[in-house]
């Protein structure tokens, strides 16, 4: 046997407090991030709440068919009765989960929180989302770790073995089957049988099993027997079932000249307070702090704006039609569109709610989280790409990007890799090749 060290450079992308942040204070919901904030103007003596002005109440964008957004002034107030019904509510899942959180502090409670508001329905980190947050799969039958997932930050790790490791058990699991090993000591008969035969102990499979491990049906029934009292979605058992309040964060409505107006609502306006008080030594840390926040407000109020343009643009049939007509997207192609990154886009799209006339409806609606690249069904898409192509110049064929342009004018997102992919299906050859053979596509 021969020992040998060998180097290995990686690149990996460290999440900043700051991003951590501005993360946190993006996926909030509108009565969370009201909480939120008063609850970090009280603890830092630098901070105080301004109410809003028409100065300081945010855009409004306008759907023009040129796609250009316009200003428009708005007024807006502070529902305070809304505001009153928010915090009588009973804790959220967040707040019961934090009450574990008393031992754990500094930038592993900052990052835990992070990972907490990136769980599921289920309570689950999926594969996808611990990859956007910089870690990277393991395989647990080979390291014999318990984490299916591994991040090169200490801190990070330690954050998401605690998360692991939090009531109800099961929290943080990948999905179903690491959730379900997650509530068993790690000698149990049960944790290999889900390992080696997850699909038919799921199925049910019991005469498979009893061939595929020689064991009589009574020793299988006492294998299984914990499955009964195992947790399969750890956050609905401790989600509190009470009706939550839903305060829309973009707000359409039609104009008397058939045009439509979104306004993004729903972030708190803060400012520091006197330069004197900002002097002392004593405060940086809370001076840091007060920047981040305003930072990060910021940026949750123009990635919002981003969004409600995207909608003004692009889902003009939804807004004339009602839900029936509304075309969701991928995730992965609007965060192109929009020039953000699709995990910022999943976590702005988590507990918002956009209103159209008397409807409330969920923002992650709009959005899927499949590999579609068009608003518009294929065919029309295909339709549209053989239009013009047809009508072109021959002497100046259109590129695969002018299509794309073109097409965005007609009010259909879609990615350049997507049209030279329909363009080929339809048998049509580069633009080089029509310059120099016309014929070719006609």
Known sequence: ???????????????????????????????????????????????????????ETPQDYIYTDSSSPKDHTASSETDSQAYLSAIAQPPSFQELLQEQLTDVDGEVREYLELLIENLDDDGFLPPETLRSLGFRHVNLLETKTQTPFISDNPVHQEAYEILR?????????????????????????????????????????????????????????????????????????????????????????????????????????????????????ALSDDLKRARWLMRALTRRQQTLEAIAQYILNYQRDFLEHGIAALHPQSIKQVAEILRLSPSTLSRAAQEKYIQVQHQIIPLKKFFTHGNGNSLAPSPIVREAIQKLIAQEPSLHPLTDEDIVKNLQEQGIAVARRTVSKYRQQLGIPTSHVRRIFPQATR
């Open 1 to 55: 046997m021969s020992l040998h060290h060998e180097l290995q450079q990686t690149q990996t992308q460290q999440a900043s407090p700051a991003m951590l942040q501005s993360l946190k204070v993006l996926q909030l919901s509108a009565p969370e991030l009201e909480q939120w904030v008063d609850r970090e103007v009280a603890q830092n003596p630098l901070l105080e709440r301004v109410s809003d002005s028409p100065s």
């Open 165 to 281: 490791t939090l009531h109800p058990r099961g929290l943080g699991a990948v999905n179903l089957k690491d959730c379900l090993r997650l509530q068993l000591p790690q000698t149990h008969p049960l944790v290999r049988l889900l390992n080696e035969a997850y699909e038919d102990v799921l199925h049910h499979r019991f005469a498979r099993l009893q061939r595929k491990y020689r064991c009589t049906p009574e020793t299988l029934r006492n294998w299984l027997a914990p499955l009964r009292k195992l947790i399969f979605s750890p956050k609905k058992t401790l989600n509190n079932e009470a009706p939550q309040l839903i305060t829309p964060e973009i707000i359409f409505s039609q104009n008397s000249d058939g045009s439509w107006t979104a306004t993004v609502a729903g972030v708190p306006h803060i400012r520091l307070r006197s330069a004197s008080d900002i002097e002392h030594s």
